[in-house]
């Protein structure tokens, strides 16, 4: 194995074998996969399991929210973990970690310990989430190294749209705690592969694991989305407490990275309006989308009165959809370029998002399944575009630091929809209903759960007519900037 300044050269190996990194890819997008699934395979059990636990919605909540949460605070540093003990130790013990989670989470106990059994699933999934594309960097060539990634991309993609679709299949023929018990037999045969395909990496002797920050940073989230799900049912001077705590741990978190010599964040990318653009409209839709599929299970389930089963199966039009329109939205950006099919891709999910806001209880099964198939189209045109753009703006050298913020970015903008829009929906059911409901999810109010979902909906709806100006101010002004930047054609 050759390596230079502590990054594998992967060249040495496929000289022996030139299939070993498409058997590299195989491994890392096994895990990649089962980590971006369980980010969302949770979201169509919370109907049940607020019943099953006799728990409110911000409680309950936290089954979804502790998962992304963890990822979101440790993503970054574990990144930095990678470079100092090895990328393919750290993967191999995320999976490891992540598979035993899932057992625990499988064992079927109460609320709280399913909540901590997340927490250690979501340390695994960071693991393997914070290396994967950077291992995938390594293993191939500068000329297909975007078709892997493309590849990866997709995959992780797949699976977050995929997530409510199988959990609700899954909650119907058996029981919630197979959502997870699934999960066991995969991650055994995903380490037996990562441990026999993936080549051992240098690690980078003398690199600092910037503690100081990984833990201000976690400590930020942790008091943001407390407060977020939280504040709902113990009243504003709860939230406005835990926001300014979370203010000082973030200035803390900015502290530790302006003194570090190997900051979690690399600025200097942030210098690309383009990468920057991109990262921003990414988490803005992410938001939305992710907000959007929390709240279905409970208006399908809840409000329309379908089965389980049947809203799981109705949930599968937007991967269907979704699957469908990516393969397309990449041919439209090679030809069309990134910043068009991107735009498109927002604004179609504009119009899913507003088609929503006129949702109630006598919708028609062909009026939700055109919804849905809107939902998956906008985001297939826009996600492979966006993540495209954003890994084109960087140099070659900088790939795997780009990779980890797109899913840092990715991850948080999933976190803030389930918190922010779940929040935002039982405050306004609240409203309509007088105040008397609060944050108990088992609906008392039909009137008020359709008003509550016309109001999140449209506002879902606006926050994307913001990620639309955000993309069209960033990339009108700098035409022929972008070449100068990146030595590659602007954007079109």
């Known amino acids: 194995?050759?390596?230079?300044?502590?990054?594998?050269?992967?060249?040495?190996?496929?000289?022996?074998?030139?299939?070993?990194?498409?058997?590299?890819?195989?491994?890392?997008?096994?895990?990649?996969?089962?980590?971006?699934?369980?980010?969302?395979?949770?979201?169509?059990?919370?109907?049940?399991?607020?019943?099953?636990?006799?728990?409110?919605?911000?409680?309950?909540?936290?089954?979804?929210?502790?998962?992304?949460?963890?990822?979101?605070?440790?993503?970054?540093?574990?990144?930095?973990?990678?470079?100092?003990?090895?990328?393919?130790?750290?993967?191999?013990?995320?999976?490891?970690?992540?598979?035993?989670?899932?057992?625990?989470?499988?064992?079927?106990?109460?609320?709280?310990a399913l909540i901590a059994f997340r927490v250690i699933q979501g340390v695994g999934a960071s693991m393997i989430m914070a290396l994967g594309f950077a291992i995938v960097t390594e293993a191939f060539p500068a000329q297909e190294r975007g078709r892997a990634i493309g590849i990866l991309s997709a995959l992780c993609a797949a699976a977050i749209a995929l997530g409510p679709v199988l959990g609700g299949v899954c909650m119907e023929a058996l029981s919630w705690p197979w959502i997870f018990r699934l999960n066991v037999p995969i991650g055994i045969l995903g380490c037996a592969m990562v441990k026999a395909v993936v080549p051992e990496d240098v690690p980078i002797k003398g690199e600092a694991l910037g503690i100081p920050g990984a833990v201000s940073l976690a400590a930020t989230l942790v008091l943001l989305f407390t407060g977020l799900t939280w504040g709902q049912a113990h009243g504003f001077a709860f939230l406005a407490a835990l926001t300014v705590g979370a203010g000082f741990s973030f200035a803390v978190f900015i502290t530790c990275e302006a003194r570090s010599a190997h900051p979690l964040i690399d600025v200097t990318l942030f210098s690309d309006r383009r990468f920057t653009i991109n990262l921003v409209t990414g988490f803005i839709a992410f938001v939305a989308y992710a907000g959007m599929v929390l709240l279905l299970p409970f208006y399908l389930e809840e409000v329309a009165g379908y089965s389980?089963?049947?809203?799981?199966?109705?949930?599968?039009?937007?991967?269907?959809?979704?699957?469908?329109?990516?393969?397309?939205?990449?041919?439209?950006?090679?030809?069309?370029?990134?910043?068009?099919?991107?735009t498109a891709g927002l604004c179609v999910s504009l119009g899913a998002y507003f088609a929503a806001s006129f949702l109630d209880g006598g919708t028609s099964m062909p009026g939700l399944v055109t919804r849905l198939a809107a939902l998956g189209a906008g985001m297939g045109l826009f996600m492979s575009p966006n993540n495209s753009a954003i890994m084109g703006a960087v140099p070659g050298d900088r790939l795997g630091i780009a990779s980890g913020l797109l899913t840092a970015a990715r991850t948080l903008g999933q976190a803030m929809g389930a918190?922010?829009?779940?929040?935002?929906?039982?405050?306004?059911?609240?409203?309509?209903?007088?105040?008397?409901?609060?944050?108990?999810?088992?609906?008392?109010?039909?009137?008020?759960?359709?008003?509550?979902?016309?109001?999140?909906?449209?506002?879902?709806?606006?926050?994307?007519?913001?990620?639309?100006?955000?993309?069209?101010?960033?990339?009108?002004?700098?035409?022929?900037?972008?070449?100068?930047?990146?030595?590659?054609?602007?954007?079109?």
């Open 1 to 112: 194995m050759d390596s230079h300044n502590g990054v594998r050269c992967p060249g040495a190996q496929e000289k022996h074998d030139p299939h070993a990194r498409w058997r590299v890819l195989g491994a890392v997008s096994m895990g990649a996969f089962l980590a971006s699934l369980d980010s969302s395979i949770v979201n169509m059990s919370l109907p049940t399991l607020v019943r099953a636990f006799d728990a409110g919605f911000a409680r309950v909540q936290w089954v979804v929210l502790a998962y992304m949460v963890t990822v979101v605070s440790l993503i970054l540093p574990l990144g930095r973990f990678g470079d100092v003990f090895g990328k393919k130790n750290i993967y191999l013990a995320g999976f490891a970690v992540f598979t035993v989670g899932s057992a625990l989470c499988g064992w079927g106990m109460g609320l709280s």
């Open 308 to 342: 389980t089963r049947k809203a799981g199966l109705l949930m599968a039009v937007v991967p269907v959809s979704l699957g469908v329109v990516s393969p397309l939205a990449g041919v439209l950006s090679d030809r069309l370029g990134t910043r068009l099919v991107t």
């Open 419 to 492: 918190a922010v829009v779940g929040a935002f929906w039982v405050f306004r059911v609240s409203v309509h209903s007088g105040g008397a409901r609060g944050s108990v999810l088992p609906p008392v109010d039909h009137y008020a759960d359709i008003c509550g979902f016309h109001d999140t909906f449209l506002g879902l709806f606006f926050l994307t007519a913001g990620g639309i100006v955000v993309s069209l101010w960033g990339h009108f002004p700098y035409r022929g900037a972008s070449k100068a930047l990146s030595g590659q054609s602007p954007l079109r």
